[in-house]
């Protein structure tokens, strides 16, 4: 198993500011993803962070807005850039261990608020 | 292509009563399903996984799944609700889409469970 820790937890940022999001996970993991949880909603992939590499976005999400680094086997950051409102959200950070039959480990979420 | 549905928005049973949360999903390949639970203000927890072995999946809290491939379907089932019960509930699909690991949340149900 994996236990994800996020930082910070809840922020609320004035709009055109950016916001690192921080993931720490107490084991190497092999992969981790970013996701985003907009009210009353379900959970979209944003990303998959590759270590030492760009990151894969989905549709829909580009690197100017969300870059994200994964320096090593256990932690990421997600900046969210130029923020506006509808960016308020939840964003969570997941890790597997192993391959695609392994379960994935989400972390507790950042609650953005932005005014 | 990958797909999940969830077929209900909301369901709502009594204390005690049997609970189904159905789910459907579309993939070109093996799949991987999994069930996860989120209460209110908290992270996601993986109640049950299918990964090829078993189609009757048991999973935590009593909760179980039945993997059906001729219908696509891996409803989640318990036999009696109990008040904690009362959460979202996500059908998760994974599968190797293109070559790489591609995991689609269903947009949840939302459980309530009366007195």
């Known amino acids: 198993s994996a236990v994800i820790s996020q930082k910070p937890s809840r922020d609320i940022c004035q709009r055109g500011t950016s916001l690192t999001i921080q993931c720490q996970v107490d084991?190497?993991?092999?992969?981790m993803f970013w996701y985003r949880q907009q009210p009353g909603q379900s959970l979209t992939l944003i990303a998959t962070?590759?270590?030492?590499?760009?990151?894969?976005?989905e549709s829909g999400f580009v690197i100017d807005k969300f870059p994200i680094s994964r320096p090593n086997l256990t932690f990421s950051t997600l900046t969210v850039s130029n923020m506006s409102p509808e960016d308020s959200s939840i964003y969570l950070c997941?890790?597997?261990?192993?391959?695609?039959?392994?379960?994935?480990?989400f972390g507790q979420g950042t609650r953005l608020t932005v005014v | 292509a990958q797909s999940v549905t969830q077929l209900d928005s909301h369901v709502s049973v009594s204390e005690g009563t049997p609970v189904l949360l159905r789910c459907n999903y579309s993939?070109?390949?093996?799949?991987?399903l999994f069930w996860y639970v989120q209460h209110p203000n908290k992270g996601l927890q993986l109640l049950l996984k299918?990964?090829?072995?078993?189609?009757l999946v048991k999973g935590i809290n009593g909760f179980e799944a039945e993997f059906k491939k001729s219908e696509t379907s891996f409803h989640l089932t318990k036999p009696s609700a109990h008040m904690s019960d009362a959460a979202e509930y996500f059908c998760?699909?994974?599968?190797?889409?293109?070559?790489?690991?591609?995991?689609?949340f269903g947009t949840g149900t939302k459980l309530q469970v009366i007195p």
């Open positions: 084991s190497q993991v092999t992969m």
């Open positions: 993939s070109s390949y093996s799949p991987s």
């Open positions: 962070a590759n270590q030492g590499s760009e990151a894969t976005y």
């Open positions: 998760v699909v994974s599968d190797l889409a293109g070559g790489y690991q591609k995991v689609t």
């Open positions: 997941s890790a597997k261990v192993g391959q695609m039959n392994t379960e994935a480990f």
């Open positions: 299918y990964t090829s072995a078993a189609t």
